[in-house]
């Protein structure tokens, strides 16, 4: 098998190439996806403050806060029962509130896995790049090593584009 060193060179820069630019989409699409998550959970949690049984003082400071957590673990301490409503607004209240909880669970995991993303893809470029000179200048292309890191970088770059595949799926799914 004749191997040269520019068969390195180009599957180690398209393998970065690849990622920074699926990486940069998947920006786009999940930061685009979480604004319209965020204003659908400040939509709800405006409604579940409106009705809320909870001390008004606490939820003026939540609102202004913005840590809708605290406005679901308060709220639903005080039971999320209003008895100055009626049993149909508290129903809806109700519904709205598990919506409010939904969208503060989704945007905590949509962004999570964006980071979680963002620690797998930075290493595997800056592996494949840094690799570049490495198996150029260090190793003859049939080295067993040189084809090591190769194989590990490209099963690497796989598993990036997987998770990408998998983060996208929640993004447009949910």
């Known amino acids: 098998m004749d191997i040269d060193h520019s068969v390195y060179f180009y599957t180690y820069s398209t393998i970065a190439q690849t990622l920074a630019g699926a990486f940069g989409f ?9 604004q319209a998550i965020s204003a659908q959970v400040d939509q709800f949690a405006e409604q579940v403050l409106k009705g809320s049984p909870a001390d008004p003082a606490k939820l003026r400071e939540i609102q202004v806060a913005g840590d809708w957590n605290r406005l679901i673990t308060l709220h639903a301490g005080d039971n999320q029962f209003n008895p100055g409503l009626s049993r149909e607004r508290n129903e ?4 709205q509130f598990q919506q409010l909880r939904h969208g503060v669970r989704l ?16 290493p595997v470029i800056l592996i494949a790049i840094a ?3 490495i198996t150029h200048f260090c ?18 770059a796989g598993y990036c584009l997987w998770s990408y595949f998998r983060l996208m799926l929640q993004v447009f799914v949910h």
């Open 26 to 34: 998947l920006v786009a699409a999940v930061v685009f996806r979480l």
């Open 139 to 156: 190793f003859d292309p049939e080295d067993p090593f040189a084809v090591a890191l190769l194989t590990a970088c490209i099963l690497a």
């Open 107 to 122: 945007l905590a995991r949509l962004r999570s896995a964006l980071f979680a993303s963002l620690y797998v893809t930075g």
């Open 131 to 133: 690799a570049i000179p």
């Open 92 to 95: 809806l209240m109700d519904l």
